[in-house]
């Protein structure tokens, strides 16, 4: 048996191949191919825009698959949300879609844009989000370059941002933010009521989480003597407590534990200097709670 799984194409492609691969699953993309091999041969990778795959997961042409939280609300697609997996193109945290208009427009709020013509690649949302303010405006389908359109084409846009930076290089400026979105691994009803399907989903799920878990943080180890570890532990501000085992010499023990990577940068000095040797620091592929 095999889980068919969407992989988004395009934007979101190379970040999930990354973590896919962090999670255990490395798929391997040829240029010219849609189809991609992987070292998991209870899977089958398809290579499609994340817009389209919530429609072809609810449709059962995928058991699983990765998109984003706004794909699904567009498509209305009736999937099981597995889980949330919150990074993007360039970084990890959310994206946002927010309302824009070029840097001389008069619109200050959403209200200015009764009657108004607005571009985007996501009009289901738009057009519910102009609905809960009472808004009447006209929403087109953008096929890209959409922030290019304001002001000459439409009088706003709504399109979505990691940084902001593209909209400020395009003299844009950010109204009103429509929705916040993350990516989530997605599953088919049919295929979640599986025995053997769903735990491949939830074992996918929990590896791929490890990996978010993991993207921020490393390891570290270090030798010290026994007398020195109070002082060692009140400066590692770590949330679990710390592995310590001893040495060939009684005097000596070894301490390891998982630390932010921006804390540990800042420790070590403090750590060398209160008595620890031989530290080590080392990545991290997964960290399951």
């Keep these: 048996m095999k889980l068919k799984f969407g992989l988004p194409k395009g934007s979101l492609q190379e970040s999930s191949l990354q973590l896919l691969g962090k999670a255990g699953f490395h798929f391997s993309v040829s240029s010219r191919s849609y189809f991609p091999s992987v070292d998991d041969e209870e899977l089958d990778g398809i290579l499609i825009r994340a ?4 429609r072809y997961v609810e449709d059962g042409v995928f058991d699983a698959g990765l998109t984003g939280h706004d794909w699904i609300l567009e498509n209305e ?3 099981v949300s597995v889980c949330d997996l919150i990074y993007s193109k360039q970084s990890m945290r959310k994206v946002k879609w927010v309302l824009a208009v070029h840097e001389d427009s008069p619109v200050r709020s959403v209200k200015d844009l009764e009657g108004k013509r607005i ?4 009009v289901n949302l738009t057009k519910q989000y102009l609905s809960r303010h009472g808004v009447k405006a006209a929403v087109e389908f953008s096929w890209g370059a959409t922030e290019v359109k304001t002001p000459d084409l439409v009088d706003a846009i709504v399109e979505v941002t990691e940084t902001g930076s593209s909209l400020r290089a395009n003299k844009l400026r950010i109204v009103d933010v429509v929705l916040e979105s993350n990516t989530k691994l997605i599953a088919n009803k049919a295929s979640w009521a599986d ?3 769903r735990e491949k989903i939830e074992n996918m799920a929990m590896l791929l989480e490890g990996a978010i878990n993991a993207g921020t943080k490393v390891g570290l180890k ?3 003597r026994k007398s ?3 002082t060692i532990l009140s400066l590692i501000p770590s949330l679990r407590n710390p592995t ?3 040495l060939a010499d009684d005097q000596w023990i070894a301490l390891e534990t998982i630390l932010e990577e921006v804390v540990v940068r800042k420790i070590i000095p403090q750590l060398k200097r209160a008595g620890a040797e031989g530290i080590i620091e080392y990545p ?3 960290v399951i709670y």
């Design 119 to 122: 571009a985007t690649e996501v």
């Design 284 to 286: 991290l592929n997964k």
């Design 222 to 224: 270090m030798n010290l």
């Design 77 to 79: 697609a009736d999937v």
């Design 244 to 246: 310590v085992s001893h």
């Design 51 to 54: 817009q389209e795959i919530p």
């Design 195 to 197: 025995p053997w399907k």
């Design 228 to 230: 020195d570890l109070p």
